[in-house]
C-alpha cells in the first residue's frame, strides 16, 4: 500500500535566502502592531470597558438567542453580546450583556428598562451584574499579567531545554506572534475581550510547541552534519519537520474553520485569532526562530566525533 507523503523525500527549500527580507519585515510589522494597539486600540469587550450582564430564562418557548440580539440590538444601547448558558435545573438560559452606558448609574438603570420593556413577558430577569469601569480595568491589568507570567514560564522552560540561543529565539518568536494577533485585532475591529486573551495564551502554547519541535530537528542535524553551514543547517532542520508542521497546522486550521463559519458569533473573535495565530506562529517558527540563531552566532558542539556528510540536495531546490 503506497504512503501518503504530504511532503516528498528530500524535500529542499532554501529558506534561510529569504531571512534577509522576510526577518527585518516581520520585525518592522511587529513594531506597528505595538503602535497601532498603544494609539489606536482594539475594538474592547465589556470585560474590559465595562457593562451589565443579565441572565434570562425562558418562558416563551419559541424565542430564541438570535431574536433576543436583535430585539436589544434594536434599542442602540451600543455593544449587545447574547449567548445560552446552562442554568442549575438542567435547562438552558439566556446570557445578555450590554457595555456601560454613558452618564452614572441611572443611565445604565435605564437601558435594562428599556430591555425589561422590549422583551416584555417573553422572558423573566434571573440575575443582573453590573461590571463597572474599575472592576474593568483589573481585569486588563490581571490579563496583561497572566500573558507576561506565561511568557516568562516558557522562557524558563525552552532556556532548560535547549542552549541559550535557542532559548531567546523561542521566546522572540513567541513574542513576535503575540504581537501580530494584537495588531490583528486592531486592523480587522474584531471584540478584543477576555476569550481573546484565552486565544492569544493558547497561540503562545501552539507557537512554543512548533519551535521546540522545529529547534530539536535543527539541534540533530547541527550535531549530525558538521560540514554545513549555519544556513544550510537551518534549512535543512526546517524541511525535515515540514511534514509535521502542514498535518499539525492544517488539521488545526480545519477544525477552526469550521467553528468560525459554524460556531456562532459569540466565538467567533476568539477563533478568528486562533486562525491568524496557527499561521503566524509557524511563519514565525520559520523567519523569525530561525534566523535568530545566525544572529547570535550559534556554535557547533566540537566535541563531538565528526559525523558522516549530508546526503547530495536535490538538483532543483525551490528557493524561499
Request: aromatic share 10%; charged share 20%; no cysteine.
Amino acid at each position: 500500500m503506497a504512503i501518503l507523503r504530504v511532503v516528498p523525500d528530500h524535500f529542499n527549500i532554501r529558506f534561510m535566502r529569504a531571512r534577509l527580507i522576510a526577518f527585518p519585515l516581520t520585525v518592522a510589522l511587529s513594531l506597528a502592531s505595538v503602535l497601532a494597539f498603544v494609539f489606536i486600540g482594539p475594538n474592547y469587550g465589556i470585560d474590559f470597558r465595562g457593562g451589565t450582564s443579565i441572565e434570562l430564562s425562558r418562558v416563551d418557548a419559541e424565542i430564541g438567542v438570535g431574536e433576543i440580539r436583535e430585539i436589544v440590538g434594536a434599542l442602540d444601547l451600543g455593544d449587545v453580546q447574547v449567548q445560552e448558558v446552562s442554568a442549575p435545573d438542567g435547562d438552558m438560559n439566556f446570557l445578555l450583556r450590554i457595555e456601560q452606558q454613558e452618564g452614572d448609574e441611572a443611565s445604565q438603570q435605564a437601558a435594562i428598562d428599556q430591555i425589561r420593556t422590549a422583551l416584555g413577558d417573553r422572558v423573566a430577569f434571573e440575575r443582573t451584574e453590573s461590571v463597572g469601569a474599575r472592576v474593568a480595568g483589573e481585569l486588563a491589568s490581571k490579563a496583561a499579567i497572566a500573558t507576561l507570567i506565561t511568557i516568562l514560564a516558557v522562557m524558563i522552560y525552552v532556556w532548560f531545554r535547549f542552549e541559550w540561543q535557542f532559548a531567546v529565539g523561542a521566546i522572540i518568536g513567541t513574542i513576535n506572534d503575540v504581537l501580530m494577533t494584537l495588531g490583528f485585532f486592531v486592523v480587522t475591529g474584531l471584540e478584543f475581550n477576555l476569550a481573546s486573551i484565552a486565544a492569544i495564551l493558547t497561540i503562545v502554547g501552539f507557537s512554543l510547541n512548533d519551535k521546540v519541535v522545529v529547534y530539536d530537528r535543527i539541534r540533530e542535524v547541527l550535531r549530525k552534519y558538521k560540514k554545513l553551514s549555519i544556513s544550510d543547517v537551518l534549512d535543512r532542520g526546517i524541511n525535515e519537520t515540514m511534514s509535521r508542521t502542514l498535518i499539525t497546522s492544517l488539521t488545526t486550521l480545519l477544525v477552526l474553520g469550521a467553528l468560525f463559519f459554524l460556531g456562532g458569533e459569540v466565538i467567533r473573535s476568539f477563533v478568528a485569532a486562533m486562525l491568524f495565530g496557527v499561521v503566524a506562529a509557524v511563519y514565525s517558527s520559520i523567519y523569525i526562530g530561525a534566523p535568530v540563531l545566525i544572529y547570535f552566532n550559534l556554535r557547533r558542539d566540537t566535541s563531538t566525533e565528526e559525523a558522516e556528510t549530508p546526503p547530495t540536495a536535490p538538483t532543483a531546490a525551490v528557493e524561499g
